[in-house]
């Protein structure tokens, strides 16, 4: 006769980080890296007027995406903090695009986040993990709209274009005179304030700003 068979041993719950985590995070970190660099290289050159309280933000939401890529992988809860992060950016798309269309992914975000987190199984809350998410959201998001700021003023072959920038508020101006071989100069004002540039065959060889009249 055959004696009982053995009690089935539950095995512990295993600690290694699966490779797509780390690759995951580490994407995240070095996008929020690369972010925060071009923020900072703008903020010392004047045609992107960036002010140094922009850079800050930047700075700090670079900070707090890579933060958040740590704590989704630190996490036990590898699902939850996945579809959190991938939610993010969702999120992210949302407030870059949030005077259109992306108000929409922003609060689909938010509501799939939520809903996720209370359906997700297993005993461990995953309210870290959807902070993770949500740091890694909320950071890239920040960061990327400081660095993706246009210059306000561009030169090339075909002419000369101007942007406004979102630090000063409302439209810019201005005006440009060509000259011989593809020398041109003129003014544009953003805010309160007046600049005079410089374009020589297609690039921008001086930008500064212009004394008040």
């Not at 070095?30 to 140094?52: C, D, F, I, K």
């Not at 958040?68 to 939850?80: I, L, Y």
């Not at 959201?137 to 000369?160: K, M, R």
Request: glycine share 12%; hydrophobic share 50%.
């Amino acid at each position: 006769m055959s004696g009982p068979l053995p009690a089935a041993t539950s095995r512990p719950p295993s600690s290694r980080r699966p490779a797509g985590y780390l690759l995951a995070a580490g994407a995240v970190s070095l996008l929020a890296v690369y972010l925060t660099v071009v923020a900072v290289h703008h903020w010392g050159q004047p045609v992107y007027a960036v002010p140094s309280v922009a850079v800050a933000i930047a700075v700090t939401s670079g900070a707090l995406a890579v933060a958040g890529a740590v704590g989704m992988v630190a996490v036990r809860r590898h699902d939850a903090a996945l579809v959190s992060a991938l939610v993010g950016i969702l999120m992210a798309m949302g407030v870059l695009a949030l005077f259109s269309i992306g108000l929409l992914f922003l609060l689909a975000g938010i509501g799939i986040t939520v809903a996720l987190a209370r359906r997700l199984p297993g005993p461990e809350p995953a309210a870290v993990a959807v902070a993770s998410g949500a740091a890694i959201a909320l950071g890239l998001a920040t960061a990327a709209l400081v660095a993706i700021q246009p210059p306000l003023v561009e030169c090339s072959a075909n002419g000369i274009r101007s942007s406004s920038s979102i630090w000063s508020g409302g439209s810019s101006s201005g005006s440009s005179r060509a000259g011989p071989g593809g020398y041109s100069t003129g003014t544009i004002s953003q805010g309160s304030k007046t600049y005079k540039f410089t374009c020589s065959d297609g690039h921008l060889v001086e930008f500064r700003s212009a004394p008040p009249d």
